[in-house]
């Protein structure tokens, strides 16, 4: 976990704000499925790909439905 990441999620733990962490999604995904890190971006690129998205909007949704 970088130091980015800690930062953000320890600001928003302390202030009581929700967040989605793509990382902790990618894990549990790779886990799940045997998928390497670069299943979830794009080639050459960095960015997330559309299965990236797709779990982190799934994700999304299961938490605004559940809250």
């Given at each position: 976990?970088?130091?980015?990441?800690?930062?953000?999620?320890d600001l928003f733990?302390?202030?009581?704000?929700?967040?989605?962490?793509?990382?902790?999604?990618?894990?549990?995904?790779?886990?799940?499925?045997?998928?390497?890190?670069?299943?979830?971006?794009?080639?050459?690129?960095?960015?997330?790909?559309?299965?990236?998205?797709?779990?982190?909007?799934?994700?999304?949704?299961?938490?605004?439905?559940?809250?």
């Open positions: 976990i970088g130091w980015r990441e800690q930062f953000l999620a733990t302390r202030h009581g704000v929700s967040y989605i962490s793509s990382r902790e999604i990618i894990e549990k995904d790779m886990r799940r499925h045997a998928k390497p890190p670069q299943a979830y971006f794009l080639p050459n690129d960095g960015h997330p790909n559309a299965y990236q998205n797709l779990l982190v909007a799934q994700e999304l949704k299961r938490q605004l439905l559940v809250n």
